[in-house]
């Protein structure tokens, strides 16, 4: 056997380990509030979220090729950059899963991605070029940067990455002020237990929009992977069948895992939520989720659940969001990509000076 097929197989491992860590990582994503409102118990709400996820990962494949034949140009993707991507991803998933924050793993291998194979083109060209900044346009040059395929990432991750959260706190706020004016003269008790029933449906539809967009990131990092070793033509960038069946099932596994840190994070350290607030986040995010996934953009359900609760939380009671946990939210927010392209790029540069190097740089 090759170093080059054994790195092959590396790669693809250490990418449904990266799914898999995504699963229970995300799993919170998908169940807190229904946990959160007792809806279903925690047990079966990680089964009846693992049985969708899987369910949703066979939704398109728009957000598997804005991966993997989108954001950088094919002749810089090695597999030594793709494994340093899915390292810094996978390092910064778990140190933010042991911390308890909620973040976004979609971002963190974009991140990765991107700082890989910049590190990748620094070195491969003129070694001597600096990185220069011109003000008063604040324009950053350099010859590696142009690996980026600047239009795709401004259009299909950048926007959305800003536009996202900002959606789901404005369409949870506008959801729940919508079933407040049209049940508020409902009993709480009844309230409670028509919306506890209706989770049921709204947490399914979350659940299966998370498996249609997180699913489909690894499906396109495995399917560049093939097709920089040469397994599959780079004509077009068609997803086999088996990568799609493999990632849902890797997806749903992690979900099944639980990520038990994050739920109570989600589920209670934001806002103590009912039956209806529950239901109103999971509507609200679970619509914007499908949506980006139908136009392939690479969302991070984190984001988009997280500011629907405080849009949520927010139209019932300010003082009810607990400002300081969402603080501590959207700072793992800011910094993951910038945090996953340095993690990336340095672990780039490391395995450069292995073996591997003569079989993937």
Excluded at 12 to 30: K, M, P, R, T
Excluded at 37 to 56: C, E, H, M, N
Excluded at 111 to 120: M, P, R, S
Aim: charge should be positive.
């Amino acid at each position: 056997m090759s170093i080059a097929l054994i790195l092959l197989l590396f790669v693809v491992i250490i990418a449904y380990i990266f799914e898999y860590i995504n699963g229970f990582h995300d799993s919170a994503n998908a169940i807190a509030t229904v946990i959160s409102t007792k809806a279903l118990s925690p047990r079966v709400a990680i089964l009846y979220a693992a049985s969708l996820d899987f369910t949703g990962a066979f939704f398109g494949t728009h957000v598997a090729q804005t991966i993997g034949a989108g954001m950088v140009s094919g002749e810089y993707i090695t597999q030594l950059v793709i494994m340093a991507a899915l390292l810094g991803a996978v390092l910064w998933n778990i140190t933010t899963w042991l911390l308890g924050l909620p973040s976004s793993s979609s971002h963190a291998l974009i991140g990765g991605l991107l700082g890989a194979a910049i590190t990748h083109a620094a070195m491969e060209l003129d070694r001597h070029y600096e990185l220069v900044i011109m003000l008063p346009s604040f324009k950053i040059s350099h010859p590696a940067l142009d690996v980026v395929n600047l239009h795709t990432v401004f259009d299909k991750i950048i926007i959305p990455m800003i536009a996202s959260p900002i959606l789901g706190f404005f369409v949870g706020f506008a959801v729940i002020f919508i079933l407040l004016s049209i049940f508020h003269r409902m009993r709480p008790e009844a309230l409670n237990r028509l919306f506890r029933k209706l989770q049921l449906f709204s947490s399914g539809f979350l659940a299966f929009s998370h498996g249609s967009n997180d699913a489909q990131k690894t499906m396109g990092i495995i399917t560049l992977s093939l097709m920089t070793y040469g397994v599959i033509s780079g004509e077009s960038f068609k997803i086999p069948t088996w990568v799609i069946c493999t990632c849902a099932l890797a997806l749903a596994s992690g979900t099944m895992t639980g990520g038990w840190k994050i739920i109570r994070t989600m589920s209670s350290k934001v806002i103590k939520m009912k039956p209806i607030h529950g239901f109103s986040v999971e509507v609200a995010s679970a619509s914007i989720i499908l949506t980006a996934s139908h136009f392939g953009f690479p969302v991070s359900t984190t984001h988009i659940i997280s500011t629907a609760i405080v849009g949520v939380g927010s139209m019932v009671k300010a003082s009810a969001v607990k400002w300081g946990m969402v603080k501590n939210i959207v700072s793992a927010w800011i910094f993951t990509i910038p945090i996953c392209m340095t993690l990336s790029a340095i672990i780039y540069f490391l395995l450069m000076h292995t073996p591997l190097a003569n079989a993937g740089g």
